[in-house]
């Protein structure tokens, strides 16, 4: 199939355009060093990157324009459009069948090597929800990746609570090891009774909503994949904006207008987690720490050693349900069981 062979070419090419882009100072890699905090029944990885303290912090753009920036923020280029700066240039995909259109390129501002990013080729806002298309292409990179011994996830932040920082939607791929990110660890050991209906990782105390994907099989067609793909995000979808409906008041007037939310795509789970801010003030400096997906992977960002102390004296789960959401009933009909 031509969008497989093209997609593992695509994967298989990222390792030589990072190295010629690091080398001639188009993607800025900023080393880091990573300490892990038990909580929750998992490992939460910490990531500390000072050098990110000279990267300047842009202020978050609203994402509900479906007008490309340069449209209401003259002064800002989208750096997702055209022209790009070819050395960050790894692939581009057509697809008629499902009808995607995305480029794939370097993120200029790299903390884990290989990181990449998958943008619509033409506008669309950062706050729609994901496509056919864009489910699709994102988890056959997966397997893509999967299969040539370098395995990763997706995530995608959706919103202006969401972590993102750009408004041209865009999906990122981050290297992993095979274990998996902290919660995508929680998520396997989950016993699902029906691999039809969304659980909850019950030991995470804020509302998140996770779909086990059956395996794909080779004779399976682009479509039979989005249909999957489509059934199971749309069922997450629904109870995000089920969620933030349920929140306390004081919790649903941080968090008004289209629901934002984190989603984090393995090729065994979907997770979305709706979000309430984008921001968790910490104590023990006052700095406000922006989390993302992969904060809701169970990976965070710190910059200065004050914050790793102050994100490990507040508690890695407490901070997360400051930015998320509330856990919420949902009927045992929508949703598996707990087995915990
Ligand atoms: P967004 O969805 O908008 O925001 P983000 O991932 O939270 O990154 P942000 O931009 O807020 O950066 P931050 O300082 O928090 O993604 C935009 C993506 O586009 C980012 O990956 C960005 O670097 C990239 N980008 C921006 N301008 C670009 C350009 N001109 N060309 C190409 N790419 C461009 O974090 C800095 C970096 O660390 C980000 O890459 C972030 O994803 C990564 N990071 C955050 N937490 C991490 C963790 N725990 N482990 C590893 N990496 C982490």
Redesign the pocket.
């Known amino acids: 199939m031509a969008t497989k062979k093209a997609i593992a070419q695509i994967v298989g090419r990222v390792p030589e355009v990072y190295d010629n882009a690091v080398a001639g100072g188009s993607?800025f890699y900023?080393p880091?060093t990573?300490e892990t905090h038990a909580e929750a029944g998992t490992e939460f990885?910490?990531?500390l990157?000072p050098a990110?303290l000279k990267?300047p912090?842009?202020p978050?753009p609203h994402f509900e324009s479906d007008q490309p920036p340069s449209e209401h923020r003259p002064a800002h280029k989208d750096?997702?459009a055209p022209p790009?700066?070819p050395s960050?240039v790894v692939g581009e995909l057509q697809d008629e069948e499902i009808e995607a259109d995305h480029v794939f390129?370097?993120?200029?501002?790299?903390?884990?090597a290989h990181?990449f990013?998958m943008v619509t080729k033409e506008y669309e806002s950062?706050s729609a929800p994901l496509t056919p298309g864009d489910l699709t292409h994102a988890y056959m990179t997966l397997v893509a990746a999967r299969n040539a011994g370098k395995p990763m996830f997706a995530?995608?932040?959706c919103g202006d609570r969401?972590?993102?920082?750009?408004?041209h939607k865009?999906l990122?791929f981050?290297p992993l090891s095979p274990e998996g990110a902290p919660i995508e660890r929680l998520a396997r050991i989950h016993v699902v009774e029906d691999i039809s209906k969304p659980f909850s990782i019950q030991a995470l105390p804020y509302a998140n909503y996770v779909l086990r994907l059956p395996p794909t099989t080779s004779s399976q067609t682009r479509g039979e994949l989005a249909d999957t793909l489509v059934f199971a995000y749309l069922a997450l979808l629904d109870l995000v904006v089920s969620a933030a409906r349920h929140q306390p008041a004081e919790r649903q007037e941080l968090a008004p207008g289209p629901p934002s939310y984190n989603v984090l795509l393995t090729l065994e789970h979907i997770h979305l987690i709706p979000r309430a801010q984008e921001t968790h003030t910490l104590k023990g400096t006052g700095e406000k720490l922006?989390i993302?997906?992969?904060?809701f992977?169970g990976?965070?960002?710190v910059k200065c050693d004050e914050e790793m102390q102050a994100v490990k004296s507040a508690g890695v789960c407490s901070i997360l349900q400051d930015v998320g959401m509330l856990p919420v009933n949902i009927p045992s009909t929508t949703l598996n069981e707990s087995d915990e």
């Open positions: 993607v900023f880091s990573v990885e910490i990531r990157c990110l990267k912090i842009l978050t750096p997702f790009f700066d960050l390129l370097l993120n200029k501002f790299s903390v884990v990181h990013l950062q995530f995608y932040n969401s972590g993102a920082s750009q408004p865009h990122q981050l922006s993302n997906s992969l904060g992977a990976m965070l960002l």
